[in-house]
């Protein structure tokens, strides 16, 4: 187990994270919310930001070894409660995320509706939502708070990782990197 390696990935996925966070920002203020089209779009971001996170605190809570946690994240694929189950944290800020998931069923919210052309129907009148979809992804109040929850979130986990630090140059350790490169490349095989 290489904690190094470990901290990477999770700072990669941290990093998409933010990514996703950062176009609902920008999509959201640009356009005021009113696309019809955009709502489920926006909320998929924000559902993969959450994701993103979850699997980042997995990588840094977890005892095995890089290649074993990864197939457990695998295995729980987009499914964002089933991830939230994984997590052994019984930190406040990660308890009321918690809380705050249970309270809104993020399992009717599917991040693989992001691959119908008109996504949101499959959450309005007739589709999983019903009536429900205008006091949620219709509702601009609602997503700014999801929203704010995710970004809670990926502030709790950016919290457990190591703090960023100047190295020399010189101190980098060449054959550290490498392996750590062939051992990212094995992890997804």
Request: charged share 25%; glycine share 4%.
């Amino acid at each position: 187990m290489n904690e190094k390696l470990r901290q990477d990935i999770a700072g990669f996925f941290l990093q998409d994270s933010g990514d996703y966070l950062a176009r609902f920002s920008m999509l959201f203020n640009e356009n005021g919310f009113t696309h019809i089209g955009d709502r489920s779009k926006l909320l998929v971001d924000i559902l993969f930001s959450i994701e993103c996170s979850l699997k980042a605190l997995i990588f840094l809570e977890s005892q095995d070894d890089e290649k074993t946690t990864y197939n457990l994240i695998k295995k729980c694929s987009h499914r964002i409660e089933i991830l939230i189950s994984t997590i052994q944290s019984v930190d406040a800020e990660f308890l009321n995320f918690k809380n705050f998931v249970s309270q809104i069923s993020l399992d009717e919210y599917s991040i693989c509706s992001r691959y119908s052309l008109e996504s949101n129907i499959y959450f309005r009148e007739n589709g999983v939502l019903g009536k429900k979809y205008y006091s949620t992804i219709a509702n601009p109040n609602w997503i700014e708070t999801l929203y704010e929850e995710a970004k809670k979130l990926k502030g709790y986990v950016d919290s457990k990782t190591a703090p960023f630090s100047v190295i020399h140059f010189s101190d980098i350790d060449l054959n550290e990197l490498l392996e750590n490169q062939k051992r990212l490349s094995d992890i997804t095989k």
